[in-house]
């Protein structure tokens, strides 16, 4: 079965970066994109960017430009989101999802990685 | 890229139908026929409830349908149950190949 298995929570400073991985299973990695969302406490749901596993192009978020990067291993079917910069706002749920390939809806989602930052 | 406009709040009895908006411009929901619909219960992951407008993946209940007109979508749910009550987003691709989701809407059943 589809499952995609995300890295576990994270405190940080202000300032530092932070890294998430979410790897998938139980289909071709290939045929789909990664996206990632971000959820703050009592909040939205809010898109920071894609990936194309087989290519590794990408598209971010204007709000996160120049402080986001996805990237991703083919080797171990593994996607990665590193967010630079923190601050207190960035505080959040951070979500990778699959997009099957030019279907434009994510259908499985990984089960969140808590990013807390506090000095 | 400005977050697509919902109402914060919308209630109905059970056995009642809704509607949610979803209002955005002519560089995303009305460009594309790309605007899914996502459920989210407290401490849960998002699931779509509709895709390309109006489609239902499976294992969703008929009861939810979606529709769009010019920049704004819709989500219906009719039949409304106690356990429809939690918040929803839309969501839709948009002309410089990004996504962009709706302000969120919180349904309550009465």
């Known amino acids: 079965q589809v499952q995609l298995v995300q890295s576990g929570a994270e405190v940080k400073r202000p300032g530092a970066s932070v890294k998430v991985s979410c790897k998938a299973s139980?289909?071709?990695?290939?045929?789909?994109?990664f996206h990632w969302v971000r959820q703050a406490p009592g909040q939205g749901l809010e898109w920071m960017g894609l990936v194309n596993p087989t290519n590794g192009d990408t598209s971010y978020a204007q709000d996160f430009q120049g402080r986001v990067t996805l990237t991703r291993d083919t080797s171990t079917s593994t996607v990665h989101m590193e967010l630079s910069s923190l601050t207190s706002d960035d505080t959040a749920l951070y979500y990778c999802?699959?997009?099957?390939?030019?279907?434009?809806?994510?259908?499985?989602w990984g089960q969140g990685t808590l990013v807390t930052v506090s000095s | 890229q400005s977050a697509l406009t919902q109402p914060a709040s919308v209630s109905g009895s059970p056995g009642q139908s809704i509607t949610i908006s979803c209002t955005g411009t002519n560089s995303d929901i009305g460009n594309y026929n790309s605007v899914s619909w996502y459920q989210q219960h407290p401490g849960k992951a998002p699931k779509v409830m509709i895709y390309g407008v109006s489609n239902r993946p499976s294992g969703v209940s008929n009861r939810f349908s979606g529709s769009k007109s010019g920049n704004t979508a819709s989500l219906t749910i009719s039949g409304l149950q106690a356990e429809d009550e939690a918040d929803y987003y839309c969501?839709?691709?948009?002309?410089?190949?990004?996504?962009?989701f709706g302000t969120g809407t919180k349904v309550t059943v009465l």
């Open positions: 139980g289909y071709n990695f290939h045929t789909s994109h």
């Open positions: 969501t839709s691709y948009t002309t410089i190949n990004t996504y962009v």
């Open positions: 999802a699959r997009e099957i390939s030019a279907t434009f809806y994510l259908d499985y």
